[in-house]
């Protein structure tokens, strides 16, 4: 079965940085988009960014364009999301997602739309 395990969260002060990691197995990786996704308490789940399976073409939310990264390495089996000038705002627990799929579509900025999940890391910047 698809095993998606996120890694890299923790605490942070403003304006620092964090990179996460997103380790998957049981699937063919690049056959698949990557996403990630954050929830913060309270809110809904939100898309941060998407990657194509090349790689080649990215999505990212408005809040975190210039401040955020996401890439994959498939040989790896490994998509990365650099967070960089991080903010109170981007607290939250991050998760990461796999959907087959070979391009990116709007669809994919729908938690809904993914059918393989992490288990999610814990960000937390501190004012």
């Known amino acids: 079965q698809v095993q998606l395990v996120e890694s890299g969260g923790g605490l942070v002060q403003a304006g620092g940085s964090l990179r996460l990691s997103c380790a998957a197995s049981?699937?063919?990786?690049?056959?698949?988009?990557m996403g990630w996704f954050r929830q913060a308490p309270g809110k809904e789940r939100e898309c941060v960014a998407v990657i194509s399976w090349t790689g080649g073409s990215t999505y990212y939310t408005d809040s975190v364009k210039g401040r955020f990264t996401i890439s994959r390495n498939n040989a790896k089996n490994t998509v990365y999301l650099q967070m960089n000038s991080l903010k109170p705002e981007d607290t939250a627990v991050y998760y990461c997602?796999?959907?087959?799929?070979?391009?990116?579509?709007?669809?994919?900025?729908?938690?809904?739309?993914?059918?393989?999940w992490g288990q999610g890391t814990q960000v937390t910047v501190s004012s």
């Open positions: 997602a796999a959907q087959s799929a070979r391009y990116i579509s709007t669809g994919l900025r729908a938690a809904a739309n993914y059918d393989n």
């Open positions: 049981g699937l063919i990786f690049s056959n698949y988009a």
